[in-house]
Nanobody
Framework: QVQLVESGGGLVQPGGSLRLSCAASGSIFSFNVMAWFRQAPGKQRELVTRIPRNGITNYADSVKGRFTISRDNAKNTMYLQMNSLKPEDTAVYYC???????????WGQGTQVTVSS
């Protein structure tokens, strides 16, 4: 059973930056896709960005040009660099990983990101 642990959240002013990390307890190389989701108060969880094993990334329109996802297989860690943050980016951010081996889907516990002056 793989565990995912997010870190790096916090309070930041509009226009600021944060980098989230998602550390896995085991190898992430086997994951077909890793992704970041977020859930704002009173809203459904939404996909922010994803990175499959081939490295071809996808982003929600709302974060394109501001967020960058990456994965370091050697460190078993995925990252989300968030720049030019806006108040509407405020949410709990969740790390997700999917493996077709056993059709396994894993979630982290979430990390709070608050963008406010």
């Amino acid at each position: 059973q793989v565990q995912l642990v997010e870190s790096g959240g916090g309070l930041v002013q509009p226009g600021g930056s944060l980098r989230l990390s998602c550390a896995a307890s085991g190898s992430i190389f086997s994951f077909n896709v890793m992704a970041w989701f977020r859930q704002a108060p009173g809203k459904q969880r939404e996909l922010v960005t994803r990175i499959p094993r081939n490295g071809i990334t996808n982003y929600a329109d709302s974060v394109k040009g501001r967020f960058t996802i990456s994965r370091d297989n050697a460190k078993n860690t995925m990252y989300l660099q968030m720049n030019s943050l806006k108040p509407e980016d405020t949410a709990v951010y969740y790390c997700n990983a999917y493996s077709s081996d056993g059709d396994s889907n894993y979630w982290g516990q979430g990390t709070q990101v608050t963008v406010s002056s």
